[in-house]
């Protein structure tokens, strides 16, 4: 049921064969009987559209070789060869169709010719079947080398993988160890490209990437350059070449950065033809450009040494012949414009020497048992099995150098490497792997003038901190910690003057440490890989943290416990009055931080010590555009695997005595304690180093990959702080010590220590109201006197009209009578006597004078009536004052 499903099959593909394409064409020189012809079967591919159309020219020297085989009188004595084909197109269906088509149509076929591996693999894998040998004149599939697959098959093109040592020898001599691949997706270059692969993999030669394509190449092209691909291997068809060419040029793949490897057995001008027939979107120029400089290896398919072949003929004689045979064929080759195949053409003429010497050599053995090979039908299989031994054993010298199968039934031959240089071959050497010998003609030329690297060249920089940049800042530090240890200087020589002593010199001092600590961190902040080596860097992050952290907490932390002390004092003194200030109190709060920091520091560096972390950034042109290079930047950090949770942390409780600091030194921003002269000030100290510290560690974590930037800004706002923290404090001691070099009341400065401006001008203006008190009182008791004498005189006068004589005392205490009801006249006297409210301060006693001739204004007395005061106005200017 097999065997009849199998021939109605083979029946319909013959019909439809000859339906299609008519008859088989035959090819013979001469006319000889049937009886004295010997026939074979041929397919060539010619004319279609895509895959290797080498039938072009290999039909024309397979003519010739039949012409001078059929001429020699001592081969094939009494017989001659005919050739029977038709046009494969390349394409493995229609060939099988061809191959039905020959060998059902009568004569009987001795044997079979077929080039294209896609065609020669379903020929081949059928022919066993007929009892057939093929002999593939232009198939390099390395696939075909199967025994098992294809018994039956011989080949004198030689396998695509002989090419694949070559091209890991020049790899090898032009230090190349990372290459890509381009293939297009049949079966011969499939098979060629896993060859290629296992052969890197033996040499340490990486294959960066393997890109593939049907028809369009463009995706497959793009994906190369995203890989950096630099050295790559292309395999595919001339007609996909063309079209690879094209998206080369599109998409800058040439020049002097890339190397690409073709195969060898396109034409000369491939690229330049078939342009607008194949609708190729790029210029014969752009097509040049694109092409300059790429390699070819291909096997030698060419003798080379141009000695008489076995047909009496040199490969420069056949290639004359050929080229008329061309131009009979109406192809304009004076202009070198070769038909497809040209370069295997003498393969195809030695394919034909091949099998007339085997047919020869047959034809001997079956002579000597009495049969022929014109009785050779395609069930007989022992006459097959002598053909088969008769080729596998053929060796001459053809036109396309030493023709000889190997056990797979592969061509040995040698391999050629050429240059595309100004738009022509150029021949640079030959390789045989054999005896793996490569003969170098030392003939490459390179556009940049220097060998193409294998990748593009990333160099690694170091980003550091400019070096101005760090100089700058680091003098700007120097002259601070100079100008701190100057202040720590003053601090103690001038630590008995009263302006120093309240502001608590140890406290500081310890501030004036803090500084010289946060200003050393400037130098460790800007040290990087141009100074320390990567071992010692950690070693350089530790020190900063703990520099920086410590300098902070003695700094900000000695202002902190001022401003604390001061809040303290003002809250208590309104319910128990003001009490001094106990310096141990400040400082045992400046330990209490300084503990805690220790504390954390040390717990940070034992658990998760800080080390150096690499960031990477993307890469880079470098500034010279000669150098085929690109610049991948690195910036060092400082970093711990739980660096966020530590960094929390340790922000969190600086962050929290920041905002306490601020909260304590508004809420005593207008109080003045003469135990702590210097909280003011202080106070203004601490608003500027919260604002500072609020700004300047969101802004170092968004810029820190800028490493000016972040130093500088860094820098600065340690440096800022640091400066007007100490010119806050300390030049206004400066001044009033300059202003007065000797200790007396320092007013200008130690406001807090007497009475403030408003209390001194009620002083002298008490002053000035006493002495005018002082005289009012005089006047009155002068007043007084003369009222004494008046009321003397009155009663001697009284005493001299009754005759009675009043005492001295009766006369001093009776009340004297004025008008009808009489008024009582009462003085006190003021007294003046130095008060303890201030210094020298008056405090005139209460004044009470009622006048007695308040009561009649007709008096004598009258006229002293202007200097009197109530009582009730006398009380009150005597209560203000007490």
Known sequence: MKVNLLFLSLAVAVGLAVAVFGPPHVSNALSPKDDNVLHIAGIFPIGGKGGWQGGQACQ????????????????????????????????????????????????????????????????????KMWNLVVLCYGASSPALSDRNRFPTLFRTHPSATVHNPTRIKLMEKFGWSRVAILQQAEEVFISTVEDLEARCKEAGIEIVTRQSFLSDPTDAVRNLRRQDARVIVGLFYVVAARRVLCEVYKHKLYGKSYVWFFIGWYEDDWFEQNLEKEKINCTKEQMRIAAEGHLTTEALMWNQNNQRTLSGMTSADFRERLNEALKKENYDIDNMRYPEGYQEAPLAYDAVWAVALAFNKTMEKLDRVGKSLKNFTYTDKETADDIYSAINSTQFLGVSGHVAFSSQGDRIALTQIEQMTDGKYVLLGYYDTQSDNLTWNNKEKWISGKIPQDRTIVRTVLRTVSLGLFISMGTVSVVGILWAIALIVFNIMHRHRRVIETSH????????????????????????????????????????????????????????????????????????????????????????????????????QIIDPLQRSIEVFPLEDPPSTDDDIKIRPELEHCESQHNAVWLGILCGYKGLILIFGLFLAYETRSIKVKQINDSRYVGMAIYNVVVLCLITAPVIMVIASQQDASFAFEALAIIFCCFLSMALVFVPKIAEIIEHPRDKVEAKYNTDAGVSKEDEDRYHSLLAENDELQKLIATKEEKIRILKIKLQERDAMKLGTDGTAPSAAEGMNEPIGLGAGGVRNNLILGRIHHGNSAPGQLEPAGLILPDPLTANSDSAIGPISGYTRSSQSDFEFSESYL
């Open 60 to 127: 024309p020297a397979a003519r010739l070789a039949l012409e001078d085989v059929n001429n020699r009188t001592d081969l094939l004595p009494g017989l001659n060869l005919k050739l029977h084909w038709n046009d494969s197109e390349c394409e493995p269906g229609l060939g099988a169709s061809v191959m039905y088509n020959l060998l059902y149509n009568k004569p009987q076929k001795l044997m079979l010719l077929a080039g294209c591996s896609t065609v020669c693999t379903t020929v081949a894998e059928a022919a």
């Open 505 to 604: 010199p140890v406290c500081n001092t310890i501030m004036l440490v803090g500084v010289c600590l946060c200003l050393g961190s400037v130098f460790l902040l800007g040290l990087d890989g141009r100074f320390v080596e990567a071992e010692g860097y950690p070693a350089v992050c530790q020190a900063r943290a703990w520099m920086l952290t410590l300098g902070f907490t003695l700094g900000y932390g000695a202002m902190f416990s001022k401003v604390w002390r001061v809040h303290r004092l003002t809250t208590k003194s309104k319910q128990n009055g003001m009490k001094k200030v106990e310096p141990w109190k400040l400082y045992w709060m400046v330990g209490g931080l300084f503990v805690v920091d220790i504390i954390l520091m040390l717990c940070w």
